[in-house]
């Protein structure tokens, strides 16, 4: 069965350090994973994607993820939090083998803090 | 507009009413999706349709819940005789064309089914 996990309910970090959210996931075909954000009162965002090529995606607002194979993760990451990331932050995953449903984590909320 | 528009962004219904929630994609997406989130979790597809075709409507979660695109462009998700487990945030998304592989999806602001 498809899923997609994020182990963290919430992450904290100081305004200025790095961010990594984590995602993993299981699909029995390729994989095509997503980021989105959603900020209070607000759609959901796309963030970035990965289909193929390069394991390293750069998406908006500096937020770039890692597509890892072996290790089935897909984490978030920014170099330099900002107070205006805090939201919450969903990973997703398709398998294009099989169909077009997207399986979606549970979220993690991000807060940043000056 | 610019983006996916949905309305009402606020429902409030009584158990037993009928509801139609209406979503406007991005002029020219091929591909509409419907999801239900409840509350702290993430998204649940519902339907998907490519132009008016309906081609899985498998996680809709009961015969009380249809969705229709009847011209390829604005769809309707209609309730009937709503429960308090319908409440959450109904979300509608679309996309450009999964045959071209634009395949990220743009979501409207979703709406609010608070069931009474």
């Known amino acids: 069965a498809q899923s997609v996990a994020q182990p963290e309910d919430q992450v904290n970090v100081a305004e200025g350090n790095p961010l990594t959210v984590k995602c993993t996931y299981s699909v029995s075909g390729n994989p095509y994973l997503f980021w989105y954000v959603q900020y209070p009162n607000r759609g959901l965002q796309f963030l970035l994607k990965y289909i193929t090529g390069d394991n390293l995606v750069k998406g908006s607002y500096g937020f770039e993820a890692e597509f890892n194979k072996s290790q089935t993760s897909f984490h978030l990451k920014k170099p330099s939090a900002l107070v205006s990331d805090s939201a919450l932050y969903f990973c997703?995953?398709?398998?294009?083998?099989?169909?077009?449903?997207?399986?979606w984590g549970a979220g993690t909320k991000l807060i940043i803090k000056p | 507009g610019a983006g996916v528009s949905q309305s009402p962004r606020y429902k409030v219904a009584k158990r037993g009413q009928d509801v139609a929630l209406r979503c406007d994609p991005i002029s020219g997406h091929v591909s509409l999706f419907w999801y239900q989130q409840a509350l702290g979790q993430g998204p649940e597809f519902l339907t998907y349709f490519q132009n008016e075709a309906q081609l899985d409507k498998s996680g809709l979660p009961s015969d009380r819940f249809f969705a229709e695109r009847p011209e390829g462009s604005v769809s309707t998700l209609k309730i009937q005789r709503t429960q308090q487990e319908d409440s959450a945030v109904y979300l509608c998304a679309s996309s450009l064309s999964e045959i071209r592989g634009q395949f990220e999806a743009f979501f409207g602001q979703g709406t609010r089914l608070t069931v009474v």
């Open positions: 997703a995953v398709r398998d294009m083998d099989s169909n077009y449903q997207l399986i």
